[in-house]
Nanobody, 128 residues
Framework: QLQLVESGGGLVQPGGSLRLSCAASGFTLDFYAIGWFRQVPGKEREGVSCISTSGTSTNYADSVKGRFTITRDNAKNTIYLQLDSLKPEDTAVYYC?????????????????????WGQGTQVTVSS
């Protein structure tokens, strides 16, 4: 059974850090582009970051560049999103997603329509 499971969310003060994990089962993450997205109730889903096969390419939304870092751990079949210098406006449910229709891509995009398999999300709250 194909599954993506996010974890690592929580409550953190402004300026703090979190590391989100996206663990896969039933398929090999490194074969596909993986994206991270976030959504606040009542607002559009926002693309945050993505990583291509073997980390050849990464992309970030302007709002998180220099603060968030996406990485792969192929041995654990897991993608990480390191969130540093967090701001209250980073508060959202964070989702990871896989583009299972295109294997071994050399590039990736933070356009949500590209991705066809999604995890259940993890809540990140930045508040003092």
């Amino acid at each position: 059974q194909l599954q993506l499971v996010e974890s690592g969310g929580g409550l953190v003060q402004p300026g703090g850090s979190l590391r989100l994990s996206c663990a896969a089962s039933g398929f090999t993450l490194d074969f596909y582009a993986i994206g991270w997205f976030r959504q606040v109730p009542g607002k559009e889903r926002e693309g945050v970051s993505c990583i291509s096969t073997s980390g050849t390419s990464t992309n970030y939304a302007d709002s998180v560049k220099g603060r968030f870092t996406i990485t792969r751990d192929n041995a654990k079949n897991t993608i990480y999103l390191q969130l540093d210098s967090l701001k209250p406006e980073d508060t959202a449910v964070y989702y990871c997603a896989a583009d299972l229709r295109d294997s071994f891509p050399l590039d990736c995009t933070v356009v949500s329509e590209t991705y066809d398999y999604w995890g259940q999300g993890t809540q990140v709250t930045v508040s003092s």
